[in-house]
C-alpha cells in the first residue's frame, strides 16, 4: 500500500529553528523531504542540522532575517536555491512579549506584529506566488490557541495570531484552484526550550496544565506530527483550517 505521508524528496521550506519549527524539520525530513531551514540563530541551525544527520535526514541551513519584506523574499529565493522550487512550506516564526496591555510600549506591539504576522505574509505571498506557478504546495502556518482565546498579558501576540487566522483563509480560498493548501496548526500549552524557564516559576506549569483537559502540557513533536500531516498528500482536501493541538484547551 503506498504510504502517501512520505514526503520522497519534494523541496521544503520551513522558517524558524526555535522548538516547533525545530521538531518539525526534523519530522518533515525523517519522511525524506528535502528541508531548507530558515533562521537567524546559527548555533539553532547547527543543532538541527546535526540531529538531522544522525537521523538520516536532509537539512540545509540558511540564516537570514525576516523581520523585513526586502529579507522575506531573498531568504526565500536563496533557500529555493538550496532545495528547489518549494512544494511545503512551514513558518514558524513568532515572538511573545508577556505584558499586561497597558504596559507595553510602541516598539514592542510594532516588533511582535512584524515578526509574528508581517513576516507569515512576506514569506506566504512570495512561496504562494511559486506554489501557484507549479499549481502544487502544501503551506502551514503555526498560529496558537491565543489566537481563540483572551489570555491576559497576550494581547500582541493575540492579535497577530488571530490576524494569521484570517489571512491563511483567505490565501486558501485564492490559492484552491492551483492546487495550494494553506492551512495552520494552532498549539496550546507546549513545553520547549524557550518556555521551560517561565514554566518552572511561580507555579506557572502546575497552572496552565489544570487548564488543559488532558492533563498535560504538550510536546514539540505533537504539533510536528500534525505539521507532517497537513504537508503530506492525506491533507490534499483539507484547506483553510486551523488545527488545534491542544490537549482541549480549547473547549473549557
Same mark, same amino acid.
Given at each position: 500500500?503506498?504510504?502517501?505521508?512520505?514526503?520522497?524528496?519534494?523541496?521544503?521550506?520551513?522558517?524558524?529553528?526555535?522548538?516547533?519549527?525545530?521538531?518539525?524539520?526534523?519530522?518533515?525530513?525523517?519522511?525524506?523531504?528535502?528541508?531548507?531551514?530558515?533562521?537567524?540563530?546559527?548555533?539553532? !541551525?547547527? @543543532?538541527? %542540522? +546535526? =540531529? #538531522?544527520? *544522525?537521523?538520516?535526514?536532509? /537539512?540545509?541551513? !540558511?540564516? @537570514?532575517? %525576516? +523581520? =523585513? #519584506?526586502? *529579507?522575506?523574499?531573498?531568504? /526565500?529565493?536563496?533557500?529555493?536555491?538550496? %532545495?528547489? =522550487?518549494?512544494?511545503?512550506?512551514?513558518?514558524? /516564526?513568532?515572538?511573545?512579549?508577556?505584558?499586561?496591555?497597558?504596559d507595553q510600549d510602541d516598539a514592542e506591539w510594532q516588533d511582535t506584529l512584524t515578526l509574528n504576522l508581517s513576516s507569515a505574509w512576506w514569506l506566504g505571498q512570495a512561496v504562494g506566488r511559486l506554489m501557484v506557478k507549479q499549481r502544487y504546495g502544501r503551506m502551514v502556518f503555526v498560529s496558537s490557541v491565543s489566537g481563540l482565546l483572551a489570555h491576559p498579558h497576550h494581547a500582541p501576540y493575540a492579535a497577530t495570531k488571530g490576524g494569521m487566522n484570517q489571512m491563511l483563509r483567505v490565501m486558501a480560498s485564492e490559492w484552491?484552484?492551483?492546487?495550494?493548501?494553506?492551512?495552520?496548526?494552532?498549539?496550546?500549552?507546549?513545553?520547549?526550550?524557550?518556555?521551560?524557564?517561565?514554566?518552572?516559576?511561580?507555579?506557572?506549569?502546575?497552572?496552565?496544565?489544570?487548564?488543559?483537559?488532558?492533563?498535560?502540557?504538550?510536546?514539540?513533536?505533537?504539533?510536528?506530527?500534525?505539521?507532517?500531516?497537513?504537508?503530506?498528500?492525506?491533507?490534499?482536501?483539507?484547506?483553510?483550517?486551523?488545527?488545534?493541538?491542544?490537549?482541549?484547551?480549547?473547549?473549557?
Amino acid at each position: 500500500m503506498q504510504d502517501w505521508l512520505t514526503l520522497d524528496r519534494r523541496p521544503t521550506l520551513v522558517f524558524g529553528a526555535g522548538g516547533l519549527g525545530r521538531a518539525s524539520a526534523l519530522s518533515l525530513a525523517a519522511q525524506g523531504a528535502r528541508v531548507a531551514l530558515v533562521d537567524a540563530n546559527q548555533e539553532s !541551525l547547527d @543543532a538541527v %542540522v +546535526r =540531529t #538531522a544527520k *544522525g537521523a538520516g535526514g536532509e /537539512v540545509k541551513p !540558511l540564516v @537570514a532575517d %525576516v +523581520r =523585513t #519584506a526586502e *529579507g522575506c523574499r531573498a531568504a /526565500v529565493s536563496e533557500a529555493v536555491g538550496l %532545495v528547489g =522550487t518549494p512544494q511545503v512550506f512551514l513558518h514558524a /516564526v513568532g515572538r511573545n512579549v508577556r505584558k499586561p496591555v497597558l504596559d507595553q510600549d510602541d516598539a514592542e506591539w510594532q516588533d511582535t506584529l512584524t515578526l509574528n504576522l508581517s513576516s507569515a505574509w512576506w514569506l506566504g505571498q512570495a512561496v504562494g506566488r511559486l506554489m501557484v506557478k507549479q499549481r502544487y504546495g502544501r503551506m502551514v502556518f503555526v498560529s496558537s490557541v491565543s489566537g481563540l482565546l483572551a489570555h491576559p498579558h497576550h494581547a500582541p501576540y493575540a492579535a497577530t495570531k488571530g490576524g494569521m487566522n484570517q489571512m491563511l483563509r483567505v490565501m486558501a480560498s485564492e490559492w484552491a484552484q492551483y492546487g495550494v493548501t494553506v492551512n495552520a496548526v494552532a498549539p496550546g500549552y507546549i513545553e520547549t526550550d524557550l518556555t521551560k524557564a517561565y514554566l518552572d516559576k511561580d507555579n506557572h506549569r502546575e497552572s496552565l496544565e489544570s487548564l488543559v483537559p488532558a492533563g498535560r502540557l504538550g510536546r514539540p513533536e505533537e504539533v510536528a506530527d500534525a505539521v507532517t500531516f497537513l504537508a503530506s498528500d492525506r491533507a490534499r482536501f483539507i484547506t483553510g483550517q486551523v488545527l488545534y493541538i491542544d490537549g482541549g484547551r480549547v473547549l473549557v
